[in-house]
């Protein structure tokens, strides 16, 4: 089993930006990345990140999120700046398993962009 910890959410007001953390267990992932769910909506990607380096962003968030990931601490972080109302959400940290294939999810964390 694999536990994701998640930090980082919080409210900010239209413009603002936050940094959401994901740390796991020492183990060697081979896509890590975020996924939201907004108000009466699926959870749907953000971004992901391969351990090549490769990113995929939704439409939505290109040019003002920024995925990153730092392997020796088994984490990965979502910079997001020049947030928006419809950003608002829960905040969930997704990561597959090398070794395995295997996915997990971490518990979420909210994020409210709001004036």
């Known amino acids: 089993q694999v536990q994701l910890v998640e930090s980082g959410g919080g409210s900010v007001r239209p413009g603002g930006s936050l940094r959401l953390s994901c740390e796991g267990p020492?183990?060697?992932?081979?896509?890590m990345g975020w996924y939201r769910q907004g108000p009466g909506k699926q959870r749907s990607l953000v971004a992901t990140m391969k351990d090549d380096g490769t990113t995929t962003y939704a439409d939505s968030v290109k040019g003002r999120f920024t995925i990153s990931r730092e392997n020796l601490k088994n984490s990965v972080y979502l910079q997001m700046n020049n947030l928006k109302p419809e950003d608002t959400g829960v905040y969930f940290c997704?990561?597959?398993?090398?070794?395995?294939?295997?996915?997990?999810w971490g518990q979420g964390t909210q994020v409210t962009v709001s004036s």
């Open positions: 997704n990561v597959e398993v090398w070794s395995n294939g295997l996915t997990y």
């Open positions: 020492r183990t060697i992932y081979s896509i």
